[in-house]
């Protein structure tokens, strides 16, 4: 049996990629439909190598006999079409921060929590956690199930395409105006320093605490994610790179590790590959994991400053496994476990 999905914010970064995986992992679709807001309608994007779909208007759309939507077009946009979307029957996977910490909505890694989408019959939508916290949270499962985790620390290196399009072109037009000798071309419009050459300990607004809103949303999201007990601290950097966020993390366990049984949870577990030679070359860094679908691990050592510590490299591309396969992973299960079930 096929479904009928809608694509919301299908000409985002998020959006197509969400069709470029769909076709990949040929997910179950009779009709896919591609929206987007009134001035991208008629707008032709792929689906796959052969197929072209033109853009209809996210506005006048009715969901009425939609299955499933991926939608990914901003929390403001997502806080009114989400609910309508999921009011005429359809099942969303909200790629926005809208729905993350409504308590009635699951927050989904399917490497971690898939028991969590049975949650989706409250309101029926599903959140799809922050970039920065799905390949941390697909890192740490394993290591949580090993030995419990008492607290995390995280410092990470977070690509432009982490805020769109509109960041990736103010990368690409600083680093050319400063090559070239343009400082025309040096503006600064999505970031509050200049990111060419460049990193910004800054990533959404900051907080009453001093903490920025991405660094609480890795706090908070990990807790409803993996375990309400683990603390968690975070410093979010900006780096001048395109696709591909990076996570230095220190753990502290609640007892005693050894390397040997991490690296063997580590290599076992769903979605992760371990690169860790302790050799030149012998880590992952964004450049080789833009377009893998996988989180890899890296620069694997105890810590020694701490009794049970442990540090590690994690690398994952951020449009791919941070938003767009992650939705796709949380719509298989959802159809796997849920919907056959009741076809």
Not at 10 to 35: C, H, Y
Not at 70 to 97: C, H, L, M, Q, W
Not at 270 to 299: K, L, N, W
Request: charged share 25%; with cysteine; net charge negative.
């Amino acid at each position: 049996m096929g479904y009928k999905v809608a694509v919301v914010g299908a000409t985002g970064n998020v959006g197509r990629e969400v069709l470029s995986i769909m076709e990949e992992r040929q997910f179950p679709a009779d009709k896919v439909v591609a929206l987007a807001s009134s001035r991208s309608i008629g707008t032709e994007i792929s689906y796959g190598e052969t197929k072209i779909l033109k853009v209809e208007d996210l506005a006048t759309y009715d969901f009425e006999g939609t299955d499933i939507v991926f939608s990914s077009p901003g929390a403001k946009v997502s806080a009114e079409y989400t609910p309508r979307a999921a009011k005429a029957g359809a099942i969303v996977i909200d790629n926005t921060s809208q729905f993350r910490m409504d308590p009635d909505v699951p927050l989904v890694v399917p490497e971690v929590n898939p028991q969590a989408i049975a949650g989706y019959r409250n309101k029926g939508i599903i959140a799809n956690p922050n970039c920065s916290t799905i390949q941390l949270v697909t890192a740490l499962k394993p290591l949580h199930d090993l030995m419990p985790i008492n607290r995390v620390v995280v410092a990470t290196y977070q690509s432009v395409s982490g805020g769109g399009k509109g960041p990736m072109d103010e990368l690409f037009n600083q680093t050319r105006g400063i090559y070239m000798n343009q400082p025309s071309l040096n503006h600064r419009e999505h970031f509050t320093k200049q990111i060419a050459f460049n990193v910004i300990p800054h990533i959404d607004i900051f907080m009453d605490d001093g903490s920025t809103k991405e660094e609480w949303k890795m706090m908070a999201e990990t807790k409803k994610i993996l375990d309400p007990n683990i603390k968690l601290t975070a410093t979010c950097v900006r780096v001048p790179v395109f696709i591909g966020h990076a996570e230095a993390v220190n753990v502290e366990f609640d007892g005693d590790v050894n390397e040997k049984d991490i690296r063997a949870a580590l290599k076992a577990a769903p979605g992760i590959i371990v690169v860790d030679h302790r050799a030149d070359e012998g880590y992952v860094t964004p450049t080789e994991c833009a377009g893998e679908d996988a989180v890899y691990v890296s620069r694997i050592r105890m810590d020694p400053t701490i009794d049970n510590g442990l540090n590690f490299w994690v690398v994952a591309d951020n449009l791919r496994k941070g938003a767009a396969l992650n939705a796709v992973q949380i719509g298989e299960e959802l159809i796997r476990s849920y919907m056959e079930k009741a076809a």
